[in-house]
Structure formats: structure tokens, C-alpha cells
């Protein structure tokens, strides 16, 4: 199932991923503490289950 990971909160997209096993890396500044969710942004992924949260602790 391909994936495009979002983290809005940071402005963040990952490129399109397709292949099964695949991986994406995205590199960004956390600029803000606190918890920040991340999904995927594809139509209807999300609430398929393709979500999480990342937490910044600085
Ligand atoms: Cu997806």
C-alpha cells in the first residue's frame, strides 16, 4: 500500500513511497515541543490506520 507521510505542524511531506518493505526519510528543523501527529495523506489512508504522533522534547 503506497504511503505520503504529512507532518503538518511542521510543514513536512515525504515523497511517495510504493513498494512494499519501502522507506522514505524526511529531515526537518523540530522548531516546537509537544505531540504532533503524522499520517498519511493519500485519500482515506488515515482513517485506514496509517497515523501516528511524533513527540519533540527539547
Ligand atoms: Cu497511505
Known sequence: MPFLIGLPDFFITSHETMDKG???VVTFVPFKNGGFSYHCILEN??????????IVIH
Open 45 to 54: 489512508h488515515r482513517e485506514m490506520g496509517m497515523e501516528g504522533e511524533l
Open 22 to 24: 519501502a522507506k522514505t
